[in-house]
Nanobody, 114 residues
Framework: QVQLVESGGGLVQAGGSLELSCASS????????MGWYRQAPGQRDFVAGI??????NYSDSAKGRFTISRDGTVNTVYLQINDLKSEDTAVYYC?????????WGQGTQVTVST
């Protein structure tokens, strides 16, 4: 059974940094794509994604301050966020895709204080 567990969220001052982690219960090389989404009150929006072959894409709002990476040795995907802004406040979710199946984690809250 696939489980994705996010961690690393918290309360941080504007301008600070966080690294979010998404630990998978199964080998992440079985997923063709993994990504991060975030949800403030409202819809869940795409932030960043990384494919099995290492191709990366970011939302326009994430370019420049967000970095996604993966480590297959520990089955974990990371999201580094620098220069945090109040608009980054949201619940951040990890997402993994295998063929036609999508898996989600439970989310980790990021709150940016000004």
């Amino acid at each position: 059974q696939v489980q994705l567990v996010e961690s690393g969220g918290g309360l941080v001052q504007a301008g600070g940094s966080l690294e979010l982690s998404c630990a998978s219960s199964v080998n992440i090389d079985t997923f063709n794509y993994m990504g991060w989404y975030r949800q403030a009150p409202g819809q869940r929006d795409f932030v960043a994604g990384i494919s099995l072959d290492g191709a990366i894409n970011y939302s326009d709002s994430a370019k420049g301050r967000f970095t996604i990476s993966r480590d297959g040795t520990v089955n974990t995907v990371y999201l580094q966020i620098n220069d945090l802004k109040s608009e980054d406040t949201a619940v951040y979710y990890c997402n993994a895709n295998r063929l036609s199946t999508t898996y989600w984690g439970q989310g980790t809250q990021v709150t940016v204080s000004t």
